[in-house]
């Protein structure tokens, strides 16, 4: 049942969001579940952030490696303001400067 409720969930957002008139990052009108989810699940969007994402596991090489539990990750709660990812406008990210 938890599952069922989820796509209910999913789904009811999705109609809202086409209602509104909201276009996704690429300017689609249709919105899957897939990037829906993906913007409930992104810290950033709650005001949270999570450190040491990556790694740089040779500083000569300068190569980036995903942490996969190499080294401490940290959780930080309210780091910063919450973002309001659907404004009025569509848009569903601030303009680039």
């Not at 069922?4 to 969930?9: F, M, S, T, W, Y």
């Not at 999705?14 to 008139?21: A, D, R, S, V």
Request: hydrophobic content about 30%; overall charge positive.
């Amino acid at each position: 049942m938890p599952e069922e409720a989820e796509v209910i969930r999913l789904i009811a957002i999705k109609k809202t969001l086409e209602c509104m008139g909201a276009v996704t990052v690429t300017g689609n009108k249709n919105w899957s579940t897939e990037s829906i989810q993906r913007i409930l699940r992104n810290e950033k969007y709650a005001g949270d952030v999570l450190l040491q994402k990556t790694y740089t596991a040779n500083f000569i090489d300068g190569k980036i490696k995903k942490n996969d539990g190499e080294l401490p990750q940290y959780y930080i709660k309210d780091n910063h303001p919450k973002r309001n990812v659907f404004s009025n406008s569509g848009r569903t990210r601030p303009e680039k400067r």
